[in-house]
C-alpha cells in the first residue's frame, strides 16, 4: 500500500549554491541508441563518489526524476534543456534531494531510448529503482504517457501536462499512479488531448490511481509553472514501488492559484525539497473528505481494512475497490482511504 506518511517533506531555507558549483553533468554519446541528457546529482552525495560495480546500502540510493521537455526545446543544444523545468527550477534555487535525467530529443520521444537511458543511469549511480518518476510538459507529456504506458511496472508515479499520448492501448496506464493536467485555454494542445487519453483510460477497468485537473482558463505555457511547485515534488515522492496497491495521493491539490502566483520568486527565496524516511508521523484526522467531496479515513494504529469497513457501514470489497488495493494489502498509519 502506498507509503503515505513514511516520507516528512520539509521547505528549507537557506543559501543558494550555483547549480554549476553542484554535481550537474553532460552526457553526450554515453548511452547507445539512446539520448544525450543531463544528469544532476545530489549534493554531498558521497554515495556516488564510489563509482560503478560497487555494491551501496539502501541508505544511499535516492529517488530519480526524469524531465521531458517539449517542442521548444529539441535540437542538438543541449543548454536549451536547461530553460525550463527541474533543471532550471535548481537553478533558481530549489533543492530536490533526488537525481534528475533530462535527455534531449531531436523530434518525438522514444519509450525505448529514454529507458535505455534510465537503466545507464540507474546501472552506475544509487538510485532508488522503486521511487522512479517522470514529469514531462507538451511533447514531454506525450512522451510521459507513452513511457509508462509502455512500462508501468517501471515508475512508481507520473505526471503529464498538457500533452496527450500516441498510444494504441491506454488500459496500461491504469497500473501506476497518475496525474494529468491540461489548462482548457491551451492553444497549443487542446484539452481535448488530455481529455481523450483520460476516456480511454475509463473504457479499460478502475481509473482508481488517476487524477485528472482540467484547470479553466490556463494557457499552454501556464503550467510550466508546475515544475517550480513544492507540491509537484511532494505529490512525486509520496508514492513508490513497494506499494504493492500503487494507491495514489489525493493529498495534494494544484489549481489556478498556483498558475497565478509568481512561483518563481518563490523558489529564488530559497524554496526546496528535503525527503526524510522511515519517520513515523503524528496522526491526528480521523476522517474528512476527499478532494471530490467524498468521505475519507486516515488509518491508526489498530485499523484494519474489517475493522473500517464496519465503522463507515461498507465492506472489505468495497474499500479495495474504491482505492485500488488488493484484501491482503497493509494498510499503513496515516495513509487516507477513500470509505465512499
Known sequence: ?????????????????????????????????????????????SCAERGAGVIMGDECRKPL?????????????????????????????MKIDAYVVAPQARGSWDAQRLMRV??????????????????????????????????????AAAMALCGGSTLKDMCSLNQLPLWILHGTADRAVPVSASQRVVDAMGECDSTSRLIWTPLKGASHGGLARIFYLEK??????????????????????????????DVYRVVREGGGVVIREKEEPRVSEVGGKASDGGDIHTVRRGDTLSSIARRYGTTVAALCRLNGMAATATLRIGCRLRVR
Open 1 to 45: 500500500m502506498r507509503r503515505c506518511v513514511v516520507i516528512l517533506l520539509m521547505i528549507v531555507y537557506s543559501g543558494v549554491l550555483p547549480l554549476r558549483a553542484q554535481h550537474l553533468a553532460a552526457h553526450r554519446g554515453d548511452v547507445r541508441d539512446g539520448y544525450d541528457f543531463w544528469l544532476y546529482r545530489p549534493p554531498a552525495d
Open 65 to 93: 526524476i526524469l524531465f521531458l521537455h517539449g517542442r521548444s526545446l529539441c535540437g542538438s543544444n543541449l543548454d536549451k534543456v536547461r530553460r525550463y523545468g527541474p533543471l532550471n527550477a535548481l537553478e533558481m534555487g
Open 118 to 155: 534510465v537503466d545507464w543511469v540507474c546501472s552506475r549511480y544509487p538510485i532508488d529503482t522503486l521511487r522512479l518518476y517522470v514529469i514531462g510538459m507538451s511533447m514531454g507529456g506525450y512522451g510521459t504517457l507513452d513511457l509508462v504506458g509502455s512500462y508501468p511496472e517501471r515508475f
Open 232 to 261: 509537484t515534488y511532494r505529490w512525486l515522492f509520496s508514492h513508490s514501488l513497494d506499494d504493492s496497491a500503487r494507491v495514489v495521493c489525493r493529498d495534494v491539490d494544484i489549481d489556478l492559484d498556483d498558475m497565478k502566483r
